[in-house]
T-cell receptor
Framework: ETGVTQSPTHLIKTRGQQVTLRCSSQSGHNTVSWYQQALGQGPQFIFQYYREEENGRGNFPPRFSGLQFPNYSSELNVNALELDDSALYLC??????????????FGNGTRLTVT | DQQVKQNSPSLSVQEGRISILNCDYTNSMFDYFLWYKKYPAEGPTFLISISSIKDKNEDGRFTVFLNKSAKHLSLHIVPSQPGDSAVYFCGYGGSQGNLIFGKGTKLSVKP
């Protein structure tokens, strides 16, 4: 059973650019979530996808968008990058929506630096 | 406004002793709490959880206590081992199936 994998591991972008981060869910998991972890903070929920539809969203602007594909892999897109977008971006998958019986399985993250 | 607060950014403990990590929350409607552990360059991994209908849950060296009247959650690690050195996040399940985390406590267990 493969775990959650994310690519790339590190990325440097310039303010105003666009970035796409990728995630492969753990086998058998149909729900994927994205989190942003800024320095010194806990992970903050960006959004969740279930069966290719956005199924919940945190307090992030529309320039943060996502996709989930039929094979349950996912992308996080961020447009018009700002310096404050510099953070660790974590992808997490679970076998169903909700948290009670299916704790999230996180990938190792993508470290994004915006200069 | 933080709904989950971990007021101690760091904790240092001697190997073999007890580690106690604390977490306070504001919303009494939370019904499911979790602890995650994070090593550098790795994603958070699930450690232990507790439902609000319980006041204690134990898994090996790890025990989570829930005091609903005080809105307080704690994680006890006994005995602490150097491999337990990591950042620990407490959190609860949000209404959108997401997790809401505190800022974390960095635990250092010294040999």
């Amino acid at each position: 059973e493969t775990g959650v994998t994310q690519s790339p591991t590190h990325l440097i972008k310039t303010r105003g650019q666009q970035v796409t981060l990728r995630c492969s869910s753990q086998s058998g998991h149909n729900t994927v979530s994205w989190y942003q972890q800024a320095l010194g903070q806990g992970p903050q929920f960006i959004f969740q996808y279930y069966r290719e539809e956005e199924n919940g969203r945190g307090n992030f602007p529309p320039r943060f968008s996502g996709l989930q594909f039929p094979n349950y892999s996912s992308e996080l897109n961020v447009n018009a990058l700002e310096l404050d977008d510099s953070a660790l971006y974590l992808c997490a998958s679970s076998p169903r929506t909700g948290y009670n019986n299916s704790p999230l399985h996180f990938g190792n993250g993508t470290r994004l630096t915006v200069t | 406004d933080q709904q989950v607060k971990q007021n101690s950014p760091s904790l240092s403990v001697q190997e073999g002793r007890i580690s106690i990590l604390n977490c306070d929350y504001t919303n009494s409607m939370f019904d499911y709490f979790l602890w995650y552990k994070k090593y550098p360059a790795e994603g958070p991994t699930f450690l232990i959880s507790i439902s609000s209908i319980k006041d204690k849950n134990e898994d090996g060296r790890f025990t989570v206590f829930l005091n609903k009247s005080a809105k307080h959650l704690s994680l006890h690690i006994v005995p602490s081992q150097p491999g337990d050195s990591a950042v620990y996040f407490c959190g609860y399940g949000g209404s959108q199936g997401n997790l809401i985390f505190g800022k974390g406590t960095k635990l250092s267990v010294k040999p």
